[in-house]
């Protein structure tokens, strides 16, 4: 399957079964689970209802990166206000571009942080858009599972819409190399390539050097770079490296 819902550290195990609930009322069972707790407790099984498969089959990793690694377009969740902008969307705005996404075959990763603190700015550095759902400001903390079903349910529509829905299960057509969507292996390698030049013609100093690479991420990131255009972004850095 295309899509993949990624639990970022995940502490309760009834929320990981409502999770896996969720996602089989929406027709999604690709589960990933970044350094959660046990998952397959009997609380967990029992909040599934009738989903233990989504559980027992759920990819758990030990970082992040290990779980969007084959992915090429990387969606995050929030509902904070960022001091640095991230490009963000409306539920039903976002899920339209991701459906369009796995129309292109790419493998899209849904990320959801942590019950208690929700996605750190590093984990949203690894994005190339940002989802908030709108809520009222007296009440703005919302249960895991409902973000999750939240979204699910505006992907499924929008597959609909276009037709889609097979390919969201994993169906889709192959592109050539030159059309292929560069992965976020691929897309981190040109960043550490980036910072490490960078570093070397001295634009960077060592204080500010977080915030800046954050703000400099956002200029070259987005949701469709092809491996061809990661090459030759890195063919310019490896240019200039020869010339320092």
Not at 193 to 218: C, G, N
């Amino acid at each position: 399957m295309t899509v993949r819902v990624v639990l970022v550290e995940p502490s309760h195990p009834g929320n990981i079964g409502s999770v896996a609930r969720a996602m089989g009322n929406m027709g999604f069972e690709n589960l990933c689970l970044v350094r959660p707790v046990d998952h397959l407790v009997e609380e967990a099984r029992v909040r599934a209802s009738g989903n233990e498969g989504i559980l027992v089959n759920a990819k758990v990793s030990e970082s992040l990166a290990d779980a969007i690694d084959e992915c090429s377009f990387v969606v995050g969740t929030s509902a904070r206000v960022r001091t640095i902008g991230w490009p963000s969307q409306a539920p039903r705005q976002a899920m339209q571009r991701v459906a369009d996404a796995v129309g292109q075959s790419q493998r899209v990763a849904i990320l959801f942080g942590p019950e208690r603190t929700g996605l750190s700015n590093r984990h949203i550095d690894q994005c190339d858009l940002l989802v908030r759902i709108p809520v009222d400001d007296q009440s703005p903390s919302i249960n895991l599972a409902a973000a999750v079903i939240i979204l699910l349910y505006e992907l499924r529509l929008a597959t609909a819409n276009r037709g889609a829905h097979k390919t969201v299960s994993g169906s889709g057509s192959e592109f050539d190399d030159s059309e292929t969507m560069a992965t976020h292996a691929q897309v981190e390698g040109f960043f550490e390539h980036l910072y490490s030049v960078l570093e070397d013609v001295e634009f960077i100093a060592e204080s500010p050097r977080e915030v800046l690479m954050r703000k400099i991420r956002r200029i070259f990131l987005r949701p469709d770079l092809t491996v061809d255009e990661v090459n030759i972004l890195r063919g310019i850095l490896t240019a200039i490296e020869k010339k320092t």
